[in-house]
Structure formats: C-alpha cells, structure tokens
C-alpha cells in the first residue's frame, strides 16, 4: 500500500491510498483465449468513510505499467458493497466502481467541487470481480490490480458531506450479474447496436453527479437516455496505448436529474469494420454496455 497526496478536501481530513490486489496468474492466449476472471473479496480501504474517488489500472509485478502493449489487458473490474442492495437489481449487492481498460476515474467529488461521496461503513465488505487477459501465447504472465482509493471520514458529514447512490444501467437488463455480457447475434452484422430493455424505473428523485460507461473492442460509444433522449454521450477511444484496443471512454460531468417515474436506460453501437472485436472460440466474444451513474438522491 501506498500512502499519495490528497487531491481534495485537505481541510477535512482526507486521505488517498493506492492500494495492490493480487498478483492473479493469467493464463497464455493459447488457453481460453487467455482470459480469466478472478474473485476476491477484501476488506474496503477505508471504514466509516466517503470514497470521492477511484481509479483503476493494472501492473506487473515490478510495478510497470501494463497494458495490450506488454501483453496485458484490463478486460474488466466490477467493485461491489455486499452491506447494499443495487437500486436497479436489488437482488444483487450494490455496485460502486466499473471499469475496463479505458481505466476511466469514478471523479464523484468532481475535483473537489461538490461534497460528495460514496460510504461505507465499519462493517462493509467489498467484492471483486476481475476480468483480465494475456495475448501472450505459450506464457502465463502475473498482473497486479491497483486501485487509487481517495476518502473522507464519515464525520466530514456534519460539514455539509452528502452520499451519493450509484445506479447501474446495462444493455443485458437482465440483472442477471453486474459482470454480465451480451452475445453478439451470429452471423453478426458488421454494425450492431443494443439497448437496454426492460429500461429502469426510477424510485425516487435526484442530481447525477458523474456517469461512468464501459464498452469492448468495436465499441463506438454509448448513451445513457432518460426517456426517448439522451443525457449522457461516451464514445470510445483507440490509441497507441492500448495497442489496437479500446483505451478510452468519455465520462459525464452531470446529466442532469433523475425524477421518480422516468424510465433510465442505455444504447451501445458497435462497428467491427473500423475496430476489431474480441474473438473467443473463433467466435465474436460477447460485449458489454453499462454506465454506472452517482447520483445525490433529494433528502440524503
């Protein structure tokens, strides 16, 4: 564990920690296609606090930088509160934190400008649920999960701090799991687009503070809609970095307020002519659409 700098909320006590998960053993791209998902569950970085914000990214062991460039892809991380119930899959615990490789940050706090976090409690217990993939062929190679965890303690509350709801939209909408993913229809067409169906029907009123979204390779982007309209816009990023892959996603500042009685969902357009998919089994590899939106729910 590594003990950096707060970016917010210095006069509040806060604290911002980098906290190493692992080493997971990633099989060779010759064996399932060198993905497997890991699962662990581990004690939260903080207890009686308000996480403002996480950020995920994967490393070597000797702590370089890995990416589909060093043979290393984040496929996907799904943090979840087994204390909390999802608000749009209560059957499940509650989702805080989602991410691929695009390694987008959940900026709850907004740089600091808003009193906002996300709590847990001296009791919580975090899940994690770790998707990863080697391209190497004949060679296992170990990764590292590192999260940057920034918080506050819960007493920051009496000045104003106030909790934020996360609420998960998925293309699946089956609320089968949070980690869930969408066959692509076989023969596929070159271009495919999903939607979230059945949509959600929100229960109570309120701010959404940061929209975070996730898609796969030959993602173009996706799009949180709040009725027939869209309120949020992700598109996806190709770089150099990711070697080919998807290496980044745009997040919302705000889109604007949730009411009780609007139906939330979200659309993911995939084009595999200009970006290649994830093969498995000679197959498309089943994709993904989610956003996970932070919302300051009227009257908490």
């Known amino acids: 564990m590594d003990v950096l700098q707060p970016r917010f909320f210095a006069d509040f006590q806060s604290q911002r920690l980098k906290i190493k998960y692992g080493p997971f053993n990633v099989p060779p791209s010759a064996d399932d296609s060198g993905m497997k998902t890991f699962y662990l569950q581990n004690d939260p970085p903080c207890t009686d606090c308000l996480i403002t914000s996480i950020q995920v990214g994967l490393e070597h062991p000797d702590g370089k930088q890995a990416n589909a460039t060093t043979n290393l892809f984040l496929h996907h991380a799904l943090i979840t509160n087994l204390e909390r119930d999802s608000v749009t899959c209560p059957m499940l615990p509650e989702p805080i934190f989602s991410s691929g490789n695009e390694r ?18 001296d009791t919580a217990q975090l899940t994690f649920a770790v998707k990863l993939m080697n391209t190497l062929a004949s060679a296992a190679q170990d990764a590292v999960l590192a999260i940057d965890w920034e918080f506050v303690p819960s007493s920051a509350a009496a000045a104003g701090f106030r909790h934020v709801t996360p609420v998960w939209l998925d293309i699946d909408g089956m609320c089968r799991r949070h980690e869930s993913e969408t066959p692509v229809p076989e023969p596929h067409a070159e271009r495919v687009g999903f939607a979230m169906d059945p949509a959600w029907t929100a229960e109570f009123g309120g701010e959404v503070l940061w929209v975070l979204s996730h898609l796969r390779d030959g993602g173009e982007e996706l799009r949180v809609m709040r009725g027939g ?72």
């Not at 987008?104 to 409690?121: M, V």
Request: aromatic share 6%; with cysteine.
């Open 104 to 121: 987008t940050e959940a900026n709850i706090c907004l740089d600091g400008t808003r009193k906002a976090g996300y709590p847990l409690s």
């Open 229 to 300: 309209g869209t309120v949020c816009r992700s598109v996806a990023g190709y770089g150099e970095e990711g070697g080919g892959h998807l290496a980044g996603m745009g997040s919302c500042k705000g889109a604007g307020r949730v009411e009780a009685g609007e139906r939330w969902g979200v659309q993911a357009d995939y084009d595999f002519r200009k970006h290649a998919p994830m093969m498995k089994g000679g197959k498309v590899a089943p994709v993904m659409g989610v956003s996970l939106m932070y919302v300051l729910r009227d009257g908490q």
